[in-house]
């Protein structure tokens, strides 16, 4: 087999770059693969499967604030976050679209346009009077203006809100007028494709920013994410994104000695006719 590299390279490079370019070549491809897929349910079907690909039946109907019957993908027509609530909690489903409302403004996407929020109540006896209680509360926290289309929030029948439910793999149980449910969220692609599921009653600006920018489609939506894949990885164990410091130290570490590798060869090239004259 011919060998890809000039004559020269084997001269002009020391042996110990060699070894050391090779193995921060396969940590970089080592570290790329790295994906995990969690799965967290607990008893009496009160929990979260991940069904991280799978989509959510946009065809569902629910009413909206006014009471109007609409389906999910009338409203689903990008990057979508997807909140699992019922309006009468008041503490985990308080606390996360509170959060929310305090998270959105520092967005540096349109609401509306880029992405659209959901508040989808778990409680077939929420009303949407009682939802657009709720959404006047959440908006005017914000003081900062907000498209009323930005955030919808909405409410269904018992079968309904189990059907999307269940294709989330979001697993919850009535209590009285209370519900045993996960704290956690998703974001969906336009097409409803289940894209990242976020934990906790407290979503991190930047965890939102980049699901969003991973459920984005389109030439420009695709060319972010690749860069964020590649700078960002989500860490199963730690439910959020972390900036990988390997991944990017080893590339720079690459680039730095390929350049200076490049200089000594191609300046080799521009030496030798001058060595040959004085001969």
Same mark, same amino acid.
């Given at each position: 087999m011919r060998n890809p590299l000039p004559d020269r390279w084997p001269v002009l490079m020391p042996a110990g770059w060699t070894a050391a370019l090779l193995a921060l070549f396969f940590l970089l491809n080592a570290s790329a693969g790295s994906c995990t897929t969690v799965r967290v349910v607990s008893a009496d079907d009160v929990g979260l499967e991940e069904h991280l690909g799978a989509k959510i039946p946009l065809d569902s109907q629910f009413h909206d604030e006014s009471g109007k019957p609409v389906r999910l993908a009338e409203l689903v027509s990008g990057p979508t976050l997807i909140l699992p609530v019922y309006y009468g909690c008041t503490n985990i489903c308080y606390n996360l679209q509170w959060g929310v409302a305090q998270v959105l403004p520092k967005l540096t996407s349109r609401p509306g346009s880029d992405y659209r929020v959901i508040s989808l109540?778990?409680?077939?006896?929420?009303?949407?009077?009682?939802?657009?209680?709720?959404?006047?509360?959440?908006?005017?926290?914000?003081?900062?203006?907000?498209?009323?289309?930005?955030?919808?929030? @909405?409410?269904?029948?018992? !079968? &309904?809100?189990?059907?999307?439910?269940? #294709?989330?793999?979001?697993? *919850?149980?009535?209590? %009285?007028?209370?519900?045993?449910?996960?704290?956690?969220?998703?974001?969906?692609?336009?097409?409803?494709?289940?894209?990242?599921?976020?934990?906790?009653?407290?979503?991190?600006?930047?965890?939102?920013?980049?699901?969003?920018?991973?459920?984005?489609?389109?030439?420009?939506?695709?060319?972010?994410?690749?860069?964020?894949?590649?700078?960002?990885?989500?860490?199963?164990?730690?439910?959020?994104?972390?900036?990988? @410091?390997?991944?990017?130290? !080893? &590339?720079?570490?690459?680039?730095?000695? #390929?350049?200076?590798?490049? *200089?000594?060869?191609? %300046?080799s090239k521009k030496r030798k006719p001058d060595t040959l004259e004085k001969r």
């Open positions: 109540s778990i409680d077939e006896h929420d009303t949407p009077a009682l939802a657009t209680s709720y959404k006047r509360a959440y908006l005017t926290s914000m003081h900062t203006p907000f498209p009323q289309d930005g955030w919808r929030f @909405l409410t269904g029948d018992e !079968a &309904t809100i189990r059907v999307v439910m269940q #294709a989330a793999g979001y697993g *919850f149980q009535r209590r %009285g007028r209370d519900f045993l449910h996960p704290a956690a969220s998703f974001v969906i692609g336009g097409d409803g494709t289940i894209i990242r599921y976020l934990y906790g009653s407290t979503i991190r600006p930047k965890d939102l920013s980049l699901a969003l920018i991973e459920a984005r489609d389109g030439t420009t939506g695709k060319t972010i994410r690749t860069v964020m894949d590649y700078c960002f990885t989500f860490d199963s164990s730690r439910k959020t994104y972390v900036f990988n @410091l390997l991944r990017i130290s !080893a &590339t720079a570490i690459i680039i730095c000695c #390929a350049s200076f590798m490049a *200089f000594l060869y191609f %300046g």
